[in-house]
């Protein structure tokens, strides 16, 4: 793939002027999703500058999530935003299979906690109660998409923190191990801004803007079981609603 020559005159920098060319590439569809973008060997002979800009110019392109990095493979063009079905109750292994991607969960943490006062009162369960924290980065292949703090009481599955890989399914295990099936949630969406620690996870730039779910799952009786906080990416997801319009009769 040719790119324009750079303008070594201009007070624009060469790594940004290779990112705009590239940026144009994706966008014009020239570069399209999946497909590898040239290493920052290809960049820096074919325009020659230095691997040292070719290497800025590439990871400007995947600090705002227009490309991922696979480990030994190369850098490649991201997928246009995931849409979030926000009407069906999806686990994060379900949504991703649903798209043919592949599922990595990098654990942050796995252990028994109290329940905080908010916490229990979404649980409808004391204070102070033993929840079982799993927190983890949610990728899709090697990009991390989100970061998510799911709290289950420990009472409805004793042993899982003994038992379970918590890089696996906590929806697959809730279901397998103890009949809990999600039926119906209620989430919250809100806009933030990627805290350093955050950013740091996703990788993205500090202070991109991210979506905040706060959601609680209950089984079909309305018992809620799962109490999740989470933070995905808004350059790889967006939101579909769909509403629905009384008929005049019931409007009035
Ligand atoms: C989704 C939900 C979370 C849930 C998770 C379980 O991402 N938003 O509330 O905890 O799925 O995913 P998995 O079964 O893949 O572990």
New binding site residues.
């Given amino acids: 793939m040719s790119l324009p020559a750079l303008d070594r005159h201009s007070v624009v920098p060469l790594y940004y002027q290779i990112q705009q060319r590239l940026l144009e590439q994706i966008r014009s569809g020239t570069l399209k999703a999946g497909e590898p973008v040239p290493s920052e060997q290809e960049l820096a002979a074919g325009l020659g500058v230095s691997r040292m800009t070719a290497r800025q110019a590439l990871k400007s392109l995947c600090d705002v999530g227009l490309t991922y990095r696979e480990r030994g493979k190369g850098t490649f063009v991201s997928a246009n935003k995931l849409e979030k079905n926000i009407r069906q109750v ?6 991703m299979s649903a798209r043919g991607m592949r ?1 990595n ?1 990098k654990v942050l943490s796995f252990e028994t906690i109290p329940a905080t006062e908010e916490i229990a009162a979404a649980l409808r369960i004391p204070v102070q109660e033993p929840l079982v924290r799993l927190r ?1 980065i ?1 990728c899709a292949g090697a990009s991390p998409m ?1 970061i ?1 703090s ?1 709290h289950v009481p420990e009472r409805l599955c004793p042993d899982l923190v003994r038992t379970f890989d918590p890089s ?5 295990a809730l279901y397998e191990r103890y009949g809990i099936q999600m039926a119906v ?1 209620d ?1 919250v969406v809100e806009s933030a801004l990627a805290s350093a620690q955050e950013a740091r996870m996703l990788k993205i730039a500090r202070g991109s803007p991210v979506f905040l ?1 706060t ?1 609680v ?1 209950c089984v079909q009786s309305g018992q809620p079981v ?1 109490y ?1 906080k ?1 933070t995905y990416r808004a350059d790889r997801y967006k939101i579909r609603n769909r509403l629905t319009r009384l008929s005049r009769e019931l409007l009035t």
């Fill in positions: 999806l686990s994060f292994t379900e949504e599922v969960s983890r949610r989100g998510e799911s696996a399914s906590l929806y697959q949630a989430e779910f959601r799952s799962e999740v989470s």
